[in-house]
């Protein structure tokens, strides 16, 4: 599986950015999508997930400020992040999981400005 993220960037805090993400290659049986994202210093840590069926699981640091979405048909997954704060500044990192394995995309930079 490749995954091919987009979106990142520079952004006020309170702003918003939408990343993006599609999935090609050997994507049958991907049971879930979503973000993890990881900052200066600290460990990696889970942002937003979403399974086949549309459930998701966010972060308490991001629940009622990130939506996350998946177009099964398309075979991609985006993260709605509004009201952004500087300490959502991170390498944002996108990842298919099926059973066996998780897959991992190259990283887009979120950049929050106080």
């Known amino acids: 599986v490749q995954l091919q993220a987009s979106g990142g960037g520079l952004v006020q805090a309170g702003g918003s950015l939408r990343l993006s993400c599609a999935a090609s290659?050997?994507?049958?049986?991907?049971?879930?999508m979503g973000w993890h994202r990881q900052a200066p210093g600290k460990q990696r840590e889970l942002v937003a997930v979403?399974?086949?069926?549309?459930?998701?699981n966010y972060a308490n640091s991001v629940k009622g400020r990130f939506t996350v979405s998946r177009d099964n048909d398309k075979n991609t997954v985006s993260l709605q992040m509004n009201s952004l704060k500087p300490e959502d500044t991170a390498v944002y990192y996108c990842?298919?999981?099926?059973?066996?394995?998780?897959?991992w995309g190259q990283g887009t930079l979120v950049t929050v400005s106080s």
């Open positions: 990842y298919a999981k099926k059973i066996l394995r998780d897959y």
């Open positions: 290659g050997s994507i049958f049986s991907i049971n879930a």
């Open positions: 979403i399974t086949f069926g549309g459930v998701t």
